[in-house]
């Protein structure tokens, strides 16, 4: 399994080298060196269309954990917590569980914890958040990591109003959106929805 995770990767970043015509830089340097500017490239591209939206817009398109599933969506492409459906389900249920979270502590109005501090309310709504978000998660196969990290901050108060809980889908669908693009365009069969539907060409592609 390391072993097809790494050709998959060195595919997807030798891909897009020769797309953009820039095989010397294969050539010359070395795999590991290739797929790190390759995620630097693609990290920072993918983050800063969804900043510039919320940019223009003044809309919170942008939170800390979509750095996280940036990094899954260009490192390992077709894991399965890095396709669509799990990606959008996993950060749905981290939000909805953050918000019954604070709910059911009755923290909705309150600030964030970063400005007054954690108290036992607080306590009880991240602890809550969490592990619903973890284990609604494997009960419905939808496995995403950073989804745990997005729970948090809706519990601790960053993003405590359901107003923002499209908004931040739309910036979790834009991340998507360039993640297909990018790893298409480096010839590696990303999936539209589920990981499935990628494993037939995955395995034509290695043989």
Not at 46 to 60: K, M, P
Not at 67 to 72: N, P
Not at 135 to 156: D, E, N, Y
Not at 167 to 195: C, D, E, K, Q
């Amino acid at each position: 399994m390391g072993l097809r995770n790494e050709q998959l990767r060195w595919q997807l970043a030798k891909g897009l080298v020769q797309a953009l015509h820039l095989e010397r830089l294969a050539s010359r340097y070395s795999r590991t060196t290739v797929m790190a500017v390759f995620n630097l490239i693609n990290g920072g591209l993918s983050i800063a269309l969804v900043s510039f939206v919320a940019l223009v817009t003044q809309e919170a398109f942008i939170f800390p954990s979509l750095g996280a599933t940036a990094f899954i969506l260009f490192y390992v492409p077709l894991a399965q917590p890095a396709s669509p459906r799990n990606t959008l389900c996993g950060h749905l249920i981290g939000a909805l569980a953050g918000l019954l979270s604070l709910f059911l502590f009755g923290l909705q109005e309150h600030p964030s914890a970063f400005m007054t501090g954690v108290d036992l309310a607080r306590v009880g709504a991240a602890s809550l958040s969490l592990g619903l978000t973890g284990c609604l998660m494997v009960l419905l196969k939808v496995a995403h990591p950073p989804a745990g990290a997005t729970a948090l901050i809706v519990s601790l108060g960053l993003m405590p109003d359901p107003a923002q809980l499209p908004i931040l889908m739309a910036g979790v669908a834009l991340l998507l959106i360039h993640a297909f693009i990018m790893n298409r365009l480096a010839g590696i069969p990303y999936p539209v929805w589920s990981t499935a539907t990628a494993a037939p060409a995955t395995r034509m592609s290695l043989q």
